[in-house]
Structure formats: structure tokens, C-alpha cells
Nanobody, 120 residues
Framework: QLQLVESGGGLVQPGGSLRLSCAAS????????MGWYHQAPGKQRELVAE???????NYADSVKGRFTISRDNAKNTVYLQMNSLIPEDTAVYYC??????????????WGQGTQVTVSS
């Protein structure tokens, strides 16, 4: 069964750092774009950062200069390094990936979400 498994969320004080990881497993032929989204209570899910298979990145304005997305293609894993966290970053963070499976069917996959809480 093809799935994305996230880890690394938690509680951190303002100004602190967290690193999120998301590993894809299962019958994977290829992965193109990977990314992170977040959803705060009462708000829509929004893009945080995304990265292509060749490493081209795109960030939401609110996280530029603070967050860094990276990926390890050999491990089918995407990371999000979050520095200088602020309370407004508090949300559930979801991993997303565009994956072609063994039946050569391509679609978006989502992780289960990991909670990030920034509070003193």
C-alpha cells in the first residue's frame, strides 16, 4: 500500500526550530513534485513549500527566509526545516507528493498530518 508517513512535529517555543520529515513507501515508480501544506483551525489548507524532483523550490511569502524544504530522492523523503518559528506557524502540517505507482497511475498523495504548536 502506497503511503506517506510524516514525523517531527511537536511543541516549540517562539524562535525555536523543528524539522519535519515525510517518507513515501509502497509500490512507487517515480515521484515528481513534493511539498508541505499547513492548516490552522478554521482556515483552509495552504501551501508552505514545494520542491521539484530536480530541486527547484517555491515558498509561501510568510515562511521565506525561515523555512527550507529539501528532499532525498534515493529515500523518497522530503524534509522541512523550520527556523525562527512564530505562533502564527501553529497548524497541522501535511506532506504531499505526486506519485506514479506500479500501475503507472499518477496522482496526489497526502500524509496523515503532524501537529506543530509554537507557544511559550
Amino acid at each position: 500500500q502506497l503511503q506517506l508517513v510524516e514525523s517531527g512535529g511537536g511543541l516549540v517555543q517562539p524562535g525555536g526550530s523543528l524539522r519535519l520529515s515525510c517518507a513515501a513507501s509502497g509500490s512507487i515508480v517515480s515521484i515528481t513534485d513534493m511539498g508541505w501544506y499547513h492548516q490552522a483551525p478554521g482556515k483552509q489548507r495552504e501551501l508552505v513549500a514545494e520542491i521539484t524532483v530536480r530541486g527547484r523550490t517555491n515558498y509561501a511569502d510568510s515562511v521565506k527566509g525561515r523555512f527550507t524544504i529539501s528532499r532525498d530522492n534515493a529515500k523518497n523523503t522530503v524534509y522541512l526545516q523550520m527556523n525562527s518559528l512564530i505562533p502564527e506557524d501553529t497548524a497541522v502540517y501535511y506532506c504531499n507528493a505526486v506519485i506514479t505507482n506500479r500501475n503507472y497511475y499518477t496522482r496526489n498523495y497526502w500524509g496523515q498530518g503532524t501537529q506543530v504548536t509554537v507557544s511559550s
